[in-house]
């Protein structure tokens, strides 16, 4: 009987496609020429902003004015990066500034008039978020009551809970030291440069891990000097940062100091970094963007699009309390007008502007930070130029509506170049 030998097959190493930093540039440019712009318009704005008024008013790039940017924009961005997973759906959230001011009534009612510690009444205002989220969650998926229509009933609902909350035009301060800090105390010099340099050094582990692994299994990675650029890109942006907020900006030094990283940035880089996790790294973020792109092929596909439904209106909901709490925190207090004004309109305004999409589907949390900036350098930098109300919003509204309408041209483009 004959036998036969059998030679093991050797596997040839799979090839790992690379791209030069030049079809790299060509490959973004091309995206951008389809109506891929993501946040482009919103990076560029800020830094046209940034020189006018650098030039029209030399005090706006002071360490304090810098400083002042992250507190006056905290609140707006926070509320922003919850409306970004309603947005990510088509959906709209008209009652998010109520809901923030809803839920600083809360913690405000709970921490001066009925004595509870701080951390009791922070959870019982976020509980509160949540609360109002899943209702108006439960409205919209299970009742099919249009977004807009239940929101708006909303926006007038928690309007007068809040009067009710502080019996009318009462001013409720709040006066805890742990609340108080949130948006008016910084971080000790040296460890605003810790958590930079842990920043940067986790972004980079990120970067190159996602390198290597995409050149493991043979999938199309990105140029490592382009990796390398990035890396340094954000240590430059972020020393410059620490470095600038680590000056000092008090008046009169000697009778007291007043140095460092706001402790609310920390609290807005945390929520970024799992925010972005979320949307971009789980399962749960990616039958958000399916759910936005098509919801009846998302259903078909077999995702529970009303739980996915309800969970945005959390989300956004939850955010709108923390939000609601660095308000209180900035203030000091609470009063009829919390979570009212231009709140609203400044935190949608932020979420268009830094690149989400009003039709759904597109979008990330970190438009959110990128329009608050804008929104933020705008108001500061009227307020330091003495422009009348009137004006600022006249403009505001202006660089919304042409975040809307790159928005809408961009889609129309994408369509044409098939690139949707």
Known sequence: ?????????????????????????????????????????????????????????????SAG????????????????????????????????????????????????????????????????????????GFLVA???????????????GFQGLVLILIKGGTNISVRDDVLVAIANRNLPPWLGWVLAVVGVAGYALVQLRRHRSRSARGLTADPFPVVLFRIGALAVIVGVM?????????????????????????????????????????????????????????RRAGINV????????????????????????RANSVDANTGGSNVLLYAVGAAVIGGTSLFGGKGRVLDAVLGGAVIAVIDNGMGLLNVSSGTKYVFTGVVLLGAAMIDALSRRRAAATGNR
């Not at 088509?90 to 009925?114: P, Q, R």
């Open 242 to 298: 620490v470095y600038i907020l680590n000056l000092e900006r008090s008046i009169n030094t000697l009778i007291s100091s007043l140095r460092g990283v706001p402790i609310v940035v920390p609290i807005i880089v945390v929520l970024l970094v799992v925010w972005s996790f979320v949307l971009q790294r789980t399962a749960y973020g990616r039958h958000i963007y399916a759910v936005g792109g098509n919801k009846e092929a998302a």
């Open 1 to 61: 009987m004959s036998t036969s030998t059998t030679k093991a097959v050797r596997k040839e190493p799979v090839p790992v496609p690379t791209r030069t930093v030049g079809e790299h540039v060509r490959d973004y440019v091309a995206r951008v020429r389809g109506g891929d712009i993501g946040a482009l318009p919103a990076v560029l704005g800020l830094v046209v902003l940034c020189v006018f008024f650098a030039i029209m008013r030399g005090s706006f790039l």
């Open 142 to 156: 299970k009742v099919g009551i249009p977004s807009f229509v239940v929101t708006l009933a909303a926006f007038l």
């Open 306 to 329: 009303d739980r996915i439904r309800i969970s945005v209106f959390v989300i956004c909901s939850t955010m709108a309390s923390i939000g609601g709490i660095v308000a209180v925190s």
């Open 65 to 136: 004015n810098f400083a002042n940017l992250f507190t006056q924009g905290a609140a707006i961005t926070l509320i922003a990066m919850g409306l970004v997973f309603v947005l990510l759906l088509g959906e709209i959230d008209l009652s998010a500034g109520f809901a923030s001011g809803v839920c600083a009534a809360v913690l405000a009612v709970l921490t001066t008039l009925h004595g509870w510690p701080w951390y009791a009444s922070v959870l019982a205002s976020v509980g509160t978020g949540v609360v109002i989220g899943l209702v108006l």
